[in-house]
Nanobody, 124 residues
């Protein structure tokens, strides 16, 4: 069992930056692949970025070049640095943890644990 708590959301103007952080507690953090998902009003939850236990990273196309996911196993945290934000990035952002992948890394069903979410709002 692992508990995930996100922080760092807020309101920012288009073109601005935000850094989201997810703090994990419970079982050893290094045992988990970590990811960020987001859900906008009226839309399904979608994959944003992931980082494997070994540190390899993956991004959805819209996040490439603008977002950076990183993890600190000593601090039990995974961060999402977001820059050049757009109004379309407005959503609740969720941190997620997976023990292993039986399917696609971008599939929400692969993840065992979820945080409560943090709101990101980007004004135009």
């Amino acid at each position: 069992q692992v508990q995930l708590i996100e922080s760092g959301g807020g309101l920012v103007q288009a073109g601005g930056s935000l850094r989201l952080s997810c703090a994990a507690s419970g079982r050893p953090f290094s045992n988990y692949h970590m990811a960020w998902f987001r859900q906008a009003p009226g839309k399904e939850r979608e994959f944003v970025a992931a980082i494997r236990k070994i540190g390899s990273t993956y991004y959805t196309e819209s996040a490439k070049g603008r977002f950076t996911i990183s993890r600190d196993n000593a601090k039990n945290t995974v961060d999402l640095q977001m820059s050049s934000l757009k109004p379309d990035d407005t959503a609740v952002y969720y941190c997620a943890a997976a023990t292993y992948f039986s399917g696609a890394i971008f599939n929400a069903h692969e993840y065992d644990y979820w945080g409560q979410g943090t709101q990101v709002a980007v004004s135009s």
